[in-house]
């Protein structure tokens, strides 16, 4: 008997922890089932997240606070703090080899607390104290990589980039002069971003790299005019798809740069670059473009004799069969470097409330095309300790953002005073990113074995300074487009002279490499076709007003 009531208890025992473990199971089935659920994101592949004005500006109308202010009231100041990119297939050419072949890539650096960039006539062994134009040159803030999560307004206005995907040697010539990369692009809602509107319905910043065996629209050899920093064919760079891709936008037709035309665009006009290195560059594409259809080099000069160097700032080439000039001056701020007495020392000092004292020379041109970026970066400017200057007072410390918006504001202020809307177009190129891999550009930094464009990035959130551009736009009496090439120029990393910016007796030594410059043929004639498409859309644009079109 005693025996009979110990196996029922125990029977019991068991069935009671059988039904525990069951449902304590079927719970945690549930559970993990619902979190799932109300967590989509851990299961979703990451995909690449632009800020929307980083991604449309560069393809619409000028950008005006008439235009503009209506749509951006909506929208908080909200931050996009990190966005992420898809990796997408990338096939090579069968017969690319060795270093040719794309080595995976695996990030940019860019922290902007850590990279600087090696500006012209810089040298690591100047003392930046003596003389500002000896300084080391300051990176490009441009594209930041954050481990923080985006805003929901920044979700909102975000969207996904392109893949990358080269011909194979196999295909016939014509598929391998169209065959392009897949697009992959999100409906943005208009709530909540900045509305825009595009020149032909085509914002020409959506789109892709085309591996074009047409291109480059220019070489060398052709044109005198490319200086030994952005040489990099003459400089010993052997391979050269860098100069065979085409920027295509997705909704249009992105026609192909026509020298003549552009040269018939600017017949009797002042073409205006002014800003740092960055703008030299895009200044020395456009003129090697322009020259394709020069029938008589002689007939194009400088006008002042100048032969182009990094030492020299301001040149104005004449094309006199077209009766216009093509001009650059040198401005790392836009704003007044100045000197000013710190203690027992005269010590260089950034007038943000002064327009550059060059300014003068801008005055009267016809189309302008500023940029200013390249020396935000810089030890100094990011530090802002003893070198901010309003009148006669000098900031003890001041915030680089805050002061880049103050003397963008004088900028501005500047161009709606002086600026005749009626006969002058402004535009406004923002930020160009720099791609150094495992250092900055003095502390072994690289992209030497960079030989094809991105296809996969860590995080690339929308520069600061870029933004702060936009809002000074938006501010302005007068009409300014803004040229929007960060976003396309991001995948670049192969357009860089590396250590290709020297000829191979006049190198710095290995560790020294320039991975914010552009080699030419290269990324600045795109930037050029952009610039060209808008002046030829603003040219149909006033035929068609003209005849009540």
């Known amino acids: 008997m005693e025996r009979q009531r110990s196996f029922s208890f125990k029977s019991t025992r068991f069935l009671v922890f059988s039904f525990t473990v069951s449902f304590s199971f079927i719970f945690l089935v549930f559970f993990f089932t619902w979190v799932v659920k109300s967590n989509p994101s851990v299961h979703q592949a990451t995909h690449f997240q632009f800020n929307k004005s980083f991604v449309n500006l560069g393809g619409h109308k000028p950008v005006t606070a008439e235009s503009l202010s209506s749509s951006i009231?909506?929208?908080s100041a909200g931050t996009v703090k990190?966005?992420?990119?898809?990796?997408?297939?990338?096939?090579?050419?069968?017969?690319?080899?060795?270093?040719?072949?794309?080595?995976?890539l695996k990030e940019i650096q860019r922290q902007?607390?850590?990279?600087?960039?090696?500006?012209?006539?810089?040298?690591?062994?100047e003392d930046p104290e003596t003389d500002q134009e000896g300084a080391p040159g300051p990176s490009i803030e441009d594209i930041e990589v954050e481990s923080s999560e985006l805003t929901e307004k920044d979700e909102i206005r975000a969207n996904s980039v392109d893949k990358l995907e080269l011909p194979s040697s196999s295909e016939n010539e014509e598929a391998k002069k169209t065959r392009v990369t897949s697009v992959d692009k999100n409906e943005v809602p208009s709530n909540g971003k900045i509305e825009e509107k595009k020149i032909n319905s085509c914002d020409i910043t959506r789109g892709k790299w085309v591996y074009d065996e047409s291109y480059p629209l220019y070489t060398n050899g052709s044109c005198s005019f490319i200086d030994e920093g952005f040489n990099c064919d003459s400089n010993g760079r052997r391979d050269?798809?860098?100069?065979?891709?085409?920027?295509q936008p997705q909704d249009c037709d992105f026609p192909r740069f026509n020298a003549e035309k552009m040269l018939g665009l600017?017949?009797?006009k002042r073409l205006v670059f002014v800003g740092d290195s960055i703008n030299r560059n895009q200044w020395?594409?456009?003129?090697?473009?322009?020259?394709?259809?020069?029938?008589?080099?002689?007939?194009?000069?400088?006008?002042?004799?100048?032969?182009?160097?990094?030492e020299k700032g301001n040149y104005s080439f004449k094309f006199v069969d077209y009766k216009c000039t093509v001009e650059y001056y040198v401005s790392h701020f836009l704003v007044h470097e100045s000197k000013a007495r710190i203690g027992q020392k005269r010590k260089p000092t950034l007038r943000i409330d002064a327009i550059d004292h060059g300014s003068s020379r801008w005055r009267g041109a016809d189309i302008l095309v500023f940029n200013t970026a390249h020396w935000w970066s810089h030890y100094k400017t990011k530090a802002g300790i003893n070198y901010y200057q309003e009148g006669n007072q000098v900031h003890p410390r001041l915030d680089v953002s805050t002061a880049f918006r103050r003397a963008l504001m004088t900028w501005a202020s500047w161009v709606d005073r002086h600026i005749n809307?009626?006969?002058?177009?402004?535009?406004?190129?923002?930020?160009?990113?720099?791609?150094?891999?495992?250092?900055?550009?003095?502390?072994?930094?690289?992209?030497?074995?960079?030989?094809?464009?991105?296809?996969g990035t860590l995080g690339m959130s929308y520069p600061e300074k870029n933004k702060i551009v936009e809002e000074v736009i938006l501010q302005m009496k007068t009409p300014v487009t803004l040229l929007n090439v960060t976003g396309l120029s991001a995948y670049r990393i192969d357009g860089h002279p590396s250590i290709y910016g020297k000829k191979p007796?006049?190198?710095?030594?290995s560790n020294i490499q320039d991975c914010s410059h552009w080699c030419l043929p290269g990324v600045p004639d795109t930037w050029n076709e952009i610039l060209h498409f808008h002046l030829q859309s603003k040219q149909k644009h006033k035929s068609h007003s003209r005849f009540g079109l």
């Open 266 to 268: 600017i017949r009797g």
């Open 73 to 75: 009231s909506n929208d």
């Open 505 to 509: 007796r006049n190198r710095y030594s």
């Open 240 to 247: 050269r798809h860098y100069m065979k891709w085409r920027w």
């Open 112 to 125: 902007e607390s850590e990279s600087e960039v090696l500006e012209d006539g810089d040298s690591e062994l």
């Open 421 to 455: 809307p009626g006969k002058t177009q402004v535009f406004f190129r923002n930020s160009a990113p720099s791609h150094f891999r495992g250092g900055q550009w003095n502390s072994g930094g690289h992209c030497t074995e960079a030989a094809w464009p991105l296809n």
């Open 82 to 104: 990190r966005s992420t990119v898809k990796d997408s297939p990338f096939v090579k050419p069968e017969n690319a080899s060795g270093s040719d072949k794309f080595s995976g």
């Open 284 to 310: 020395e594409s456009m003129l090697c473009m322009l020259m394709k259809a020069v029938r008589d080099p002689k007939k194009v000069y400088e006008t002042h004799g100048r032969r182009i160097t990094k």
